[in-house]
């Protein structure tokens, strides 16, 4: 974070040393990230914008040399595969992989910055705990066999997509050599989503059972509702970004049909995928952190409650019967009522905002009103390909 943006440390967190998360605590394992970030020092964007080139590099090779055989008017959709493949997939694919490091990094120091980790429930006394479990969820999400056993998977598919699809296939528009330089151009984006769905999968469990494990203190609403937990919003839409980076590329698959068609048991495969994410969003992101905030209300107002039951117990107990000592005793359980109930609505118990929710709900059905209207727009590019004469 930037030293104009982190918050005054809380006492709390002045007493754990070693608290703070880094991006390259992420990554260090992680080959492919750590060549682009660490040896060639390339931001983001360039990455993002260099990860077209290789596609766009292949695609237009074949364009020249082979295109008098592209199917020209009557089926635009080969040619809208490839643009989406170039300038869609490959760019945003690679933003994704290469920005959730640091963004996984910034929500578990603005937990901790912003004092929202409190004492440990096991035992409060215990001042490293916060240590040991940053420790432990870097083991688990830098695992050095997280790379290896995504590299393994990938090269027995690409095998078997080679001699089990493209070798047996003698009538595709690609020539088989293209195919197979494409197969490998697409080794480095399998490798970038593997390791991004894993990271977001691992942040998801990590940060649910850091609610889990430590009382959290969640602060009362305030006007610019930064009561909320910071971090999470940038998070559940890397989770939706992902969702729907899967949906367009079963539609680029699906469009390519004359140049490289998409097998059932992969197409099954990126459906399960995203009926799976749905849930696993829901529950992560939403549910459960609306369970511990509620949690954290609750123990808030305990004392309240308590307090209350006390009061009411001793005016319901009391023989006297003077009016101004029952008035009195009527005035003060309405205080202490109003006092709970104000604390009660000014603690927040979702995550996010309304308004964040809401836009995360349209995003997800996107991909339910996609194919009603997917028709109409491939009708509208060919057409308007035959009217350019392409």
Known sequence: MEANETPPLTESAQAMPDTTLSARQIYLHDPLLFLLKDRLHLSNLRISVGALLPPGFIYLLWWMVWGNRFPSGQNPGPLVSIILQTFVLFPSLFFIYTSLPTTIAKTFNAFYMDGMVGAYRKNAADKEAYTRFRQRFVDWIDNHWWPIVLIIIIILYALLRLFLRELPNRHQILPLVVRGIVIVVYVPLMFATGMSVIRLVLALIFVNRLFYLFK???????????????????????????????????????????????????????????????????????????????????????????????????????????????????????????????????????????????????????????????????????????????
């Open 216 to 390: 959290l203190r969640i602060k009362p609403a305030l006007p610019d509702s930064s009561s909320r937990i910071q971090g999470f919003e940038p998070l559940l839409w890397f989770c939706v970004s992902i969702m729907l980076w899967v949906v367009i590329l079963l539609v680029v698959m699906i469009l390519a049909r004359d140049v490289g068609s998409l097998a059932f048991p992969e197409a099954v495969l990126l459906v399960a995928i995203y009926i799976l994410l749905i849930p696993a969003l829901l529950i992560g992101w939403l549910i459960f952190p609306h369970r511990m905030m509620v949690k954290a209300r609750d123990e808030e107002l305990q004392p309240l409650a308590i307090e209350y039951q006390q009061a009411l117990m001793r005016s319901l107990s009391a023989k006297t019967q003077d009016t101004q000592a029952i008035e009195a005793e009527v005035q003060h359980l309405e205080t202490l009522k109003k006092r709970y109930d104000l604390i009660y609505n000014s603690f927040p118990v979702w995550p996010l905002k309304t308004r964040t929710l809401s836009s995360v709900v349209a995003t997800i059905i996107i991909p339910v009103i996609l194919p009603l209207v997917f028709p109409f727009i491939v009708s509208f590019i060919a057409s308007l390909f035959q009217k350019i004469g392409f």
